[in-house]
């Protein structure tokens, strides 16, 4: 089992940035890859970035690719999405996800954390 909880949400102006931070404990963080999604107010999940293991392979979702980074520090056992230029489109609630490839799908993750806002005005 895994745990996970967000932090680093808040509220930002647009063209702003946030850091937000993803926390984990339980088995081995390495074995894991570690994603990012997020949930619009009425709207479905949907995918943000991801990152494998190893850190050497990355997904990002095309609306948010060239201004967010996903990154990780095992040794800290923490997961980290950088998100620069902030738009009014970025709003939501983010969530981090550990599971077995750096998948943009959501069934491939396990262990959810309950998410932390992030929230942009324009």
């Known amino acids: 089992q895994v745990q996970v909880v967000e932090s680093g949400g808040g509220l930002v102006q647009a063209g702003g940035s946030l850091r937000l931070s993803c926390a984990t404990s339980g088995r081995t963080f390495i074995s894991y890859a570690m994603g990012w999604f997020r949930q619009a107010p009425g709207k479905e999940r949907e995918f943000v970035a991801a990152i494998s293991w190893s850190g050497g392979n990355t997904n990002y979702a095309d609306s948010v690719k060239g201004r967010f980074t996903i990154s990780r520090d095992n040794a800290k056992k923490t997961v980290y999405l950088q998100m620069n230029s902030l738009k009014s489109e970025d709003t939501a609630v983010y969530y981090c996800?550990?599971?077995?490839?750096?998948?943009?799908?959501?069934?491939?993750?396990?262990?959810w954390g309950q998410g932390t806002q992030v929230t942009v005005s324009s």
């Open positions: 996800a550990a599971g077995g490839v750096e998948s943009a799908n959501s069934n491939n993750y396990a262990y």
